[in-house]
């Protein structure tokens, strides 16, 4: 039999379970947050994320957020912290990632977990039947599944954006940012900028107008 090969988007990791707490300074506040074994960076926050986070937008204004592909939820819970009014959204496909999250809004937000939405699936299918648009969109993309299924999620992109919103997210030079520049820019023109680029990593923003 062929031993299934498991990563850290598998739905249902089989590695030893092990739970680990670890702790980091965002945008000048520290944050606990717990991790387990199966899931994404979890003995250390992931550079591309830190840089995301460093240097994404985060609104005065009561909004609606999303943190796409949420892993423990470190993009999320910054925003919560620091946009108190906000809705904020978290998915993931991965089950510990999302047990690590709820344990990590509990930590980090107690009294805000009202505003904290944290759902398990495939991208955007759990909200399939919600009317919900979001004001931005934040992502520290699975580029290791391939660049397909992240250019597929600029499909249905208009359908979970509200005009004016954004799409944040982050790419290695390494692991191809330079090309997913190029593509997007032929395809999007001047809804794609590149915000930043710092130790290696490009910071995007594509806004839907
Ligand atoms: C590069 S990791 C980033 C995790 C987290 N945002 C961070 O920055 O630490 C990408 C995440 O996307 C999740 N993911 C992969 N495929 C997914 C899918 N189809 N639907 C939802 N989440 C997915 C993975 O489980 C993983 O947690």
């Not at 620091?82 to 510990?96: A, G, L, P, T």
């Not at 047990?99 to 991208?123: A, Q, R």
Request: proline letters at 4%; one cysteine or more.
């Amino acid at each position: 039999m062929v031993k299934e090969e498991h990563h850290y988007y598998s739905k249902y990791p089989d590695s030893q379970l092990k739970v680990f707490t670890i702790s980091e300074s965002l945008r000048r506040h520290l944050f606990l947050f717990k991790t387990t074994t199966g899931i994404f960076s979890f003995r250390k926050i992931d550079l591309g994320t830190k840089i995301l986070i460093e240097n994404m937008t985060i609104p005065e204004k009561k909004s609606i957020l999303l943190d796409l592909g949420c892993g423990y939820g470190p993009i999320g819970i910054v925003l919560g912290y620091y946009s108190h009014d906000s809705e904020i959204y978290f998915i993931d496909s991965n089950k510990r990632a999302i047990w690590c999250t709820k344990e990590n809004v509990k930590l980090n937000l107690p009294e805000l977990k009202n505003n904290m939405h944290i759902f398990s699936g495939d991208y955007f299918e759990s909200l399939k039947n919600k009317d919900i648009k979001f004001d931005i969109i934040y992502m520290n993309p699975p580029l290791r599944k391939g660049k397909k299924e992240f250019f597929e999620i600029f499909d249905v992109l208009p359908f979970y954006l509200k005009k004016g919103g954004l799409f944040e997210f982050v790419i290695r030079k390494k692991m191809g940012a330079p090309h997913v520049y190029k593509y997007l820019l032929d395809k999007f023109k001047n809804k794609i900028k590149v915000k930043c680029k710092r130790s290696g990593f490009w910071i995007f923003q594509y806004s839907f107008v």
